[in-house]
């Protein structure tokens, strides 16, 4: 829930979700009071913050949001569960992983530590390997290249400040992109087929597999978003209007998959040198 932070979400029609679910969701549609799409990403990190800020603070909700972020096409449902809890439990069992003991203490106690890890094991073993899906990816202070995979550049929907979107619901600035997931999985196959025949088993490669996993496990007519959220405040308009890194990172493979060499160089370059600018902020003064 980070301001600065980028999202990859999956959709999945109505359809999807189990029957309570689905009614419950439904209602939610029609709900007057849900956070609309303009305010959503401020909502989410609002409630992360005074979560965080709390005494003694708080890694997870004590309950699952009841949000979710929505789309509609030629009138069928999508819904993105926002799964406030469970991105945070996943998040914080990273944190904690990676942190030494004694850190660890100067951000969460190790009372509320352990019973945050107590809480999400218990989730587990009731739910298993399945209740830990997550219809959205987070990533801060950059892209990960292998998000823009999924994506053509002709799906790209750039909103400046007093513009709308492509449903004109915000005129908050903004860089998405919206594909099917038809289109989504069949582009990550393609980019690991010609990785792995022109460069072989190199991380990027183990990056896009990766994603692609992830998509499998969702509905087949599901919608795929990147969202650049809060990274476009790290950009200025004529560098969101300049980024084209969907359309380099195409190039990049056609380049590859049709011997040209330079071309999928320069334009691979191209997009790691923009997110490594941009990733350098997190430790600029």
């Known amino acids: 829930m980070l301001p600065y932070a980028a999202y990859l979400r999956v959709y999945e029609p109505l359809t999807a979700f189990a029957p309570p679910e689905r009614s419950s969701w439904a209602a939610y549609a029609e709900a007057t009071d849900r956070p609309r799409r303009a305010g959503a990403l401020h909502a989410e990190h609002g409630e ?49 992983g990676s942190t030494p003991v004694r850190l660890m203490e100067r951000f969460v106690p190790i009372s509320v530590a352990e019973q945050t890890a107590d809480d999400f094991d218990k989730f587990k073993r009731r739910g298993g390997a399945a209740a830990l899906r997550t219809h959205i990816r987070t990533s801060t202070w950059h892209v990960p290249t292998s998000w823009f995979v999924p994506f053509d550049g002709n799906e790209r929907w750039l909103v400046l400040e007093g513009e709308g979107d492509p449903e004109g619901t915000t005129t908050t600035r903004n860089l998405i992109y919206v594909t099917s997931m038809a289109h989504a999985r069949r582009r990550c196959a393609r980019a690991l087929q010609i990785i792995r025949r022109q460069v072989g088993e190199v991380a990027v490669a183990a990056e896009v597999e990766e994603i692609a996993r992830w998509l499998e496990e969702f509905h087949p007519h599901s919608l795929v978003e990147l969202d650049y959220g809060g990274i ?54």
């Open 48 to 96: 992360a913050v005074r979560r965080l800020l709390g005494v003694p603070p708080s890694p997870a909700p004590a309950q699952e949001s009841p949000n979710a972020y929505l789309r509609r096409v030629e009138d069928v449902l999508y819904v993105c569960p926002w799964q406030s809890r469970l991105r945070s439990w996943l998040a914080f069992s990273r944190f904690r």
């Open 232 to 285: 476009v405040h790290l950009m200025g308009d004529d560098k969101l209007q300049a980024d084209q890194s969907v359309a380099e990172i195409a190039a990049a493979l056609t380049g590859l998959e049709n011997g040209e060499e330079e071309l999928a160089y320069a334009m691979y370059q191209r997009v790691i040198l923009r997110w490594r600018s941009i990733q350098l902020l997190e430790s600029a003064n």
